[in-house]
């Protein structure tokens, strides 16, 4: 069964230059690291292609601020992903013990002028 990391409706910084994340998000990565920590994962998305993210915390600061690069930036052009659209990473461990980490976008539309989140 896969296990949701985090979700999240993308602002004009994560669709422009990376993806901020919560640090309950990071966490997950490092669960008992306080320190500034990078790793690199892949991560596929629904039509099956593969991404190689980086998650790091900036060097400098009181606060990490963790965030993806990496290819996410080409997965927001492949996604046509916009602000206030969502997404959702999953994680899954097979019974190797190998982790797959899965990426799922919900499109946002208008209707009436108004914006709408798909289900």
């Not at 008992?32 to 900036?58: G, I, N, P, W």
């Amino acid at each position: 069964m896969a296990e949701v990391i985090f979700s999240k409706v993308l602002s004009t910084t994560d669709t422009k230059n990376r993806l901020a994340l919560p640090m309950e998000a990071f966490h997950h990565f490092f669960p008992e690291e306080e320190h500034v920590k990078c790793v690199q994962f892949m991560v596929m998305d629904s039509d099956q292609k593969q991404y190689e993210f980086r998650l790091a915390t900036r060097n400098k600061g009181k606060h990490p601020k963790p965030a993806i690069t990496g290819d996410w930036l080409n997965f927001v052009a492949n996604k046509g992903l916009k602000v206030r659209d969502k997404v959702i990473l999953y994680q899954q461990q097979n019974e190797a013990g190998r982790v797959k980490y899965t990426i799922e976008v919900k499109k946002g539309i208008i209707i009436f002028g108004k914006y709408v989140r798909e289900a």
